[in-house]
């Protein structure tokens, strides 16, 4: 293990994926304060145009992408209060009333700061985490990995913004779609219509940008007419001394918060920054400052927004279950260049793992200093019209779903794609499932088959093996658990009210 951490620093001596490494982040600083674009969106549009490279640069532009907008949405939330990614929704509270008091700078380096040290602190927990994963590996079996997909589907009734129900709707949608194709095993054709380019699938590329880049789109489209009033920034000025002996227990707190809160299936960053700004405010000594320009509520959310983004690859590099909606495109990465996220990642993969691990750690200091000294451009940014961005937006989505395969299908897959996540998005069901369900659709089949040749048809036996009940039992309580908690709780209600 040892020797595959220093393989990965030593892969970042290449210096043309330094200079790639660089751009990305430009790249998605820009992508993460233009309001309506957002981590996913941007990983998403870039997606085909990795498919060419090797998979340690490719992989380390989309996490670079993802690292970098992460903490550019800090920058419109502060100076134009519109958030410019939903994880930056609490950083509004308190960046725009100190922007408005003169205190833009000192806002953003506190975001820039915490940002900085919650990422830093998560990616050296997930290495960390490595050697543990790799130890697991020599446990999975076709049977665990099924009990784990299956696992991993029950947590798409949370991991989207609409009700469990839809969600769990949205992702069988997901699950359905992943049938499409030849069956690997019985080498029967299924749902092609006769049409050749469908007999390997429904490809991920064009589908991730058809539910993330084009509906949003559309849903902007209702948007033409909104402006931005923007707070005038005189200079950058960094936190005083004072400032980090206030918020210095707030940063590795939240830090602490959003690495965990990542790491869990179906959570992200948006979710660990308002947990992340909720404990920040209840262990303040002067809570009734939040909302009114506290640095301590700054710097709760963006240390755990930040810090969610290591967190969320440690399942979807060690298990195969994306942790946030940008994870989830970025396995969709990971399988598109024939690489195969599981346990396994860091015993056949190591070398590979631990460069994609350094890159997050560098992103993290390349966007510190981005975030102070080009905030002020980038701000500027988001005067674009989006009369004018989001046709920019379409050619990108179009120009990407062609370059995949050169084939027109791809690109009416997009399209199509992108018209069904737009009513879906406008009745309440959230595009994250499908997404998922697309991709682990085909794994949860795949790995059943497996199974079930493993234990000669015979599947009641994968109760029988530890590992593979342990999952079954995880999913149990994650689907039924809820349901079973509050029938209880509504039974006891009656009791404790008639006692009082």
Same mark, same amino acid.
């Given at each position: 293990?040892?020797?595959?951490?220093?393989?990965? &620093?030593?892969?970042?001596?290449?210096?043309?994926? &330094?200079?790639?490494?660089?751009?990305?982040?430009?790249?998605?600083?820009?992508?993460?304060?233009?309001?309506?674009?957002?981590?996913?969106?941007?990983?998403?549009?870039l997606l085909p145009f990795t498919i060419t490279m090797d998979p340690i640069p490719a992989i380390a532009i989309l996490t670079t992408i993802y690292c970098a907008a992460t903490f550019a949405g800090a920058i419109t939330a502060i100076l134009i209060n519109t958030p410019g990614t939903s994880a930056s929704a609490t950083?509004?509270?308190?960046?725009?009333?100190?922007?408005?008091?003169?205190?833009?700078?000192?806002?953003?380096?506190?975001?820039?700061v915490s940002s900085t040290i919650g990422g830093i602190i998560s990616v050296v927990a997930l290495m960390a985490a490595a050697p543990l994963m790799a130890r697991a590996a020599y446990n999975f079996a076709p049977p665990e990995y099924f009990a784990l997909t299956v696992f991993g589907l029950s947590m798409l009734s949370t991991i989207g913004d609409g009700s469990p129900v839809k969600n769990i709707v949205s992702g069988a949608f997901g699950v359905l779609l992943a049938t499409v194709g030849i069956d690997l095993l019985t080498s029967i054709e299924r749902f092609t219509f006769g049409m050749n380019e469908l007999s390997e699938g429904i490809p991920f590329v064009p589908v991730m940008i058809g539910v993330f880049g084009i509906s949003e789109l559309l849903i902007q489209a209702d948007n033409l007419h909104v402006e931005r009033k923007q707070v005038i920034m005189k200079a950058i000025k960094l936190p005083s001394r004072e400032d980090y002996a206030r918020v210095w227990k707030t940063i590795l707190r939240s830090s602490g918060i959003g690495t965990f809160i990542g790491i869990l299936p179906a959570e992200g960053?948006?979710?660990?920054?308002?947990?992340?700004?909720?404990?920040?405010?209840?262990?303040?000594?002067?809570?009734?400052?939040?909302?009114?320009?506290?640095?301590?509520g700054i710097a709760g959310s963006e240390a755990a927004n930040n810090s969610a983004t290591g967190g969320a690859m440690v399942p979807t590099l060690a298990l195969g279950i994306p942790g946030s909606p940008t994870a989830a495109v970025i396995l969709a990465g990971l399988?598109?260049?024939?690489?195969?996220?599981?346990?396994?990642?860091?015993?056949?993969?190591?070398?590979?793992?631990?460069?994609?691990?350094?890159?997050?750690?560098?992103?993290?200091?390349?966007?510190?200093?981005?975030?102070?000294?080009?905030a002020k451009i980038f701000a500027r940014v988001?005067?674009?019209?989006?009369?004018? &961005?989001?046709?920019?937006?379409?050619?990108?989505?179009?120009?990407?779903?062609?370059a995949l395969e050169q084939s027109m299908m791809d690109v009416w897959i997009a399209i199509g794609s992108g018209i069904v996540g737009f009513f879906m998005r406008r009745h309440g069901f959230s595009v994250v499932p499908m997404a998922i369900g697309l991709i682990l659709g085909g794994m949860l089949e795949t790995r059943l088959?497996?199974?079930?040749?493993?234990?000669?048809?015979?599947?009641?036996?994968?109760?029988t093996r530890p590992l593979a009940l342990f999952f079954f039992v995880l999913t149990g309580l994650a689907l039924f658990g809820p349901m079973v908690w509050g029938l209880l709780f509504k039974q006891r209600s009656p009791v404790e009210s008639t006692g009082e």
């Amino acid at each position: 293990m040892d020797a595959a951490i220093l393989n990965g &620093l030593m892969a970042l001596a290449d210096p043309q994926l &330094l200079v790639l490494i660089f751009a990305a982040t430009l790249g998605g600083v820009l992508v993460g304060a233009l309001p309506g674009l957002n981590a996913t969106t941007g990983v998403a549009l870039l997606l085909p145009f990795t498919i060419t490279m090797d998979p340690i640069p490719a992989i380390a532009i989309l996490t670079t992408i993802y690292c970098a907008a992460t903490f550019a949405g800090a920058i419109t939330a502060i100076l134009i209060n519109t958030p410019g990614t939903s994880a930056s929704a609490t950083t509004c509270l308190d960046g725009y009333p100190l922007a408005q008091r003169g205190e833009a700078g000192r806002a953003l380096g506190m975001a820039a700061v915490s940002s900085t040290i919650g990422g830093i602190i998560s990616v050296v927990a997930l290495m960390a985490a490595a050697p543990l994963m790799a130890r697991a590996a020599y446990n999975f079996a076709p049977p665990e990995y099924f009990a784990l997909t299956v696992f991993g589907l029950s947590m798409l009734s949370t991991i989207g913004d609409g009700s469990p129900v839809k969600n769990i709707v949205s992702g069988a949608f997901g699950v359905l779609l992943a049938t499409v194709g030849i069956d690997l095993l019985t080498s029967i054709e299924r749902f092609t219509f006769g049409m050749n380019e469908l007999s390997e699938g429904i490809p991920f590329v064009p589908v991730m940008i058809g539910v993330f880049g084009i509906s949003e789109l559309l849903i902007q489209a209702d948007n033409l007419h909104v402006e931005r009033k923007q707070v005038i920034m005189k200079a950058i000025k960094l936190p005083s001394r004072e400032d980090y002996a206030r918020v210095w227990k707030t940063i590795l707190r939240s830090s602490g918060i959003g690495t965990f809160i990542g790491i869990l299936p179906a959570e992200g960053a948006t979710v660990a920054s308002m947990i992340g700004y909720n404990e920040a405010k209840r262990w303040s000594k002067k809570p009734e400052e939040f909302g009114k320009g506290s640095l301590e509520g700054i710097a709760g959310s963006e240390a755990a927004n930040n810090s969610a983004t290591g967190g969320a690859m440690v399942p979807t590099l060690a298990l195969g279950i994306p942790g946030s909606p940008t994870a989830a495109v970025i396995l969709a990465g990971l399988m598109v260049h024939g690489l195969r996220p599981g346990p396994t990642m860091f015993t056949e993969q190591a070398d590979f793992a631990f460069a994609i691990f350094w890159s997050m750690m560098l992103v993290n200091v390349i966007f510190f200093f981005i975030g102070l000294w080009g905030a002020k451009i980038f701000a500027r940014v988001t005067l674009i019209p989006i009369q004018i &961005l989001w046709p920019i937006v379409f050619i990108f989505s179009i120009v990407g779903a062609y370059a995949l395969e050169q084939s027109m299908m791809d690109v009416w897959i997009a399209i199509g794609s992108g018209i069904v996540g737009f009513f879906m998005r406008r009745h309440g069901f959230s595009v994250v499932p499908m997404a998922i369900g697309l991709i682990l659709g085909g794994m949860l089949e795949t790995r059943l088959g497996q199974s079930m040749v493993m234990l000669d048809e015979q599947w009641w036996l994968m109760f029988t093996r530890p590992l593979a009940l342990f999952f079954f039992v995880l999913t149990g309580l994650a689907l039924f658990g809820p349901m079973v908690w509050g029938l209880l709780f509504k039974q006891r209600s009656p009791v404790e009210s008639t006692g009082e």
